[in-house]
T-cell receptor
């Protein structure tokens, strides 16, 4: 039971570098989400997708891009990393949008120096 | 915009004690509220989900209550154990689609053996 798999688990970037975080789910969920979690801020929604080929902005989308070319994968890209993007990133998926039935990945800890 | 506050931010109690975690929210127009558990290096696991028409839900030693009129929810943990040590997050779904889930900042709980 893989559920939601995030890669990589840890990464250190220099300011200005780019990278892509991969989220893969094997539950055939339609909805996928990227959150960031910062100390004292809780989880905040970056981008989400309501199905293959769709993406939408969440609460804090600036500096990030996403793609959902395949239903099972949701990619989060940082084109030019900034120290303010140091955070723990969580991917989640759900079968519906009723607020329940979410499955979360184990997170990616990203440090931008 | 829904705002979710969790008090206290951190709590340390001896093993065996009963304890209460608090969550308050500003907009009573919610569909459901749930409590998550987060362990270090892992994703979020849903513990209890309360629909807006319900007053409480129970699972083993956990009991969650919801009072929409006062904008409050509590998570009661009976006979606490060291294995209960984790961060507990409250989140509510206010409808409106895939971006309708709002998280609190969490309570970091330590149960002393």
């Amino acid at each position: 039971n893989a559920g939601v798999t995030q890669t990589p688990k840890f990464r250190v970037l220099k300011t200005g570098q780019s990278m892509t975080l991969l989220c893969a789910q094997d539950m055939n969920h339609e909805y996928m989400y990227w959150y960031r979690q910062d100390p004292g801020m809780g989880l905040r929604l970056i981008h989400y997708s309501v199905g293959e080929g769709t993406t939408a902005k969440g609460e804090v989308p600036d500096g990030y891009n996403v793609s959902r070319l395949k239903k099972q994968n949701f990619l989060l890209g940082l084109e030019s990393a900034a120290p303010s993007q140091t955070s723990v990133y969580f991917c989640a998926s759900s079968l519906w949008t009723r607020g329940d039935g979410y499955t979360f990945g184990s997170g990616t800890r990203l440090t931008v120096v | 915009k829904q705002e979710v506050t969790q008090i206290p931010a951190a709590l340390s109690v001896p093993e065996g004690e009963n304890l209460v975690l608090n969550c308050s929210f500003t907009d009573s127009a919610i569909y459901n509220l749930q409590w998550f558990r987060q362990d270090p290096g892992k994703g979020l696991t849903s513990l209890l989900l309360i629909q807006s028409s319900q007053r409480e839900q129970t699972s083993g030693r956990l009991n969650a209550s919801l009072d929409k009129s006062s904008g409050r929810s509590t998570l009661y943990i009976a006979a606490s154990q060291p294995g209960d040590s984790a961060t507990y997050l409250c989140a509510m779904y206010s409808g409106g689609g895939a971006d309708g889930l709002t998280f609190g900042k969490g309570t970091h709980l330590i149960i002393q053996p």
